[in-house]
T-cell receptor
Framework: GESVGLHLPTLSVQEGDNSIINCAYSNSASDYFIWYKQESGKGPQFIIDIRSNMDKRQGQRVTVLLNKTVKHLSLQIAATQPGDSAVYFCAETPLAGGSNYKLTFGKGTLLTVNP | DSGVTQTPKHLITATGQRVTLRCSPRSGDLSVYWYQQSLDQGLQFLIQYYNGEERAKGNILERFSAQQFPDLHSELNLSSLELGDSALYFC????????????FGPGTRLTVT
């Protein structure tokens, strides 16, 4: 597959460890925050989202934490597996209204899981 | 497999030319989104259509245009191409017009020489 980006922040973990991927956002008006995963040579894939009135949301092996005070979002992956190796993007969108549903994506973090 | 198809997979063309990228959304999805992904700009939203009508616009250049047809497939037209237009172009779809859970296609890699 093709590399998504050559100058991304990287995180390297051992298989079975927990991973934490961080994201800072700047728009205080953002209402939804979303994490996407992009494997090499593929399009992004939705993982989990969280609304601004929440500070934590859990999915299958993933947890998203939102700290609005410092405008910080994190994605925690439990028991990381080789299949989790990918670029992870956080995205934000402002309060839904009218037709303004566009997503603003962060630069991404490359997660590498070592067997 | 997300169910979203894009053609062609790769496209190589010269500066000044015009190309058309095609997207077929997932069965039943009425909303289509186009994104551009480049090394320096990252993943950027271009434009969204819902059931044939334009719903939202992002950082789309005037040289670019899109449309969604009655059968819900969408085309992104890129004209007067420049070297900087070389990028991956993704199409995504969702059943609702404002869904944050979007299903992305495999992308079209455009290279402008």
């Amino acid at each position: 597959g093709e590399s998504v980006g050559l100058h991304l922040p990287t995180l390297s973990v051992q298989e079975g460890d927990n991973s934490i991927i961080n994201c800072a956002y700047s728009n205080s008006a953002s209402d939804y925050f979303i994490w996407y995963k992009q494997e090499s040579g593929k399009g992004p894939q939705f993982i989990i989202d969280i609304r601004s009135n929440m500070d934590k949301r859990q999915g299958q092996r993933v947890t998203v934490l939102l700290n609005k005070t410092v405008k910080h979002l994190s994605l925690q992956i439990a028991a990381t597996q080789p299949g989790d190796s990918a670029v992870y993007f956080c995205a934000e969108t402002p309060l839904a209204g009218g037709s303004n549903y566009k997503l603003t994506f962060g630069k991404g973090t490359l997660l590498t899981v070592n067997p | 497999d997300s169910g979203v198809t894009q053609t062609p997979k790769h496209l190589i063309t010269a500066t000044g030319q015009r190309v058309t990228l095609r997207c077929s959304p997932r069965s039943g999805d009425l909303s289509v989104y186009w994104y551009q992904q480049s090394l320096d700009q990252g993943l950027q939203f271009l434009i969204q259509y819902y059931n044939g009508e334009e719903r939202a616009k992002g950082n789309i250049l005037e040289r670019f245009s899109a449309q969604q047809f009655p059968d819900l497939h969408s085309e992104l037209n890129l004209s007067s191409l420049e070297l900087g237009d070389s990028a991956l172009y993704f199409c995504a779809s969702s059943p609702e017009p404002g869904s944050y859970e979007q299903y992305f296609g495999p992308g079209t890699r455009l290279t402008v020489t």
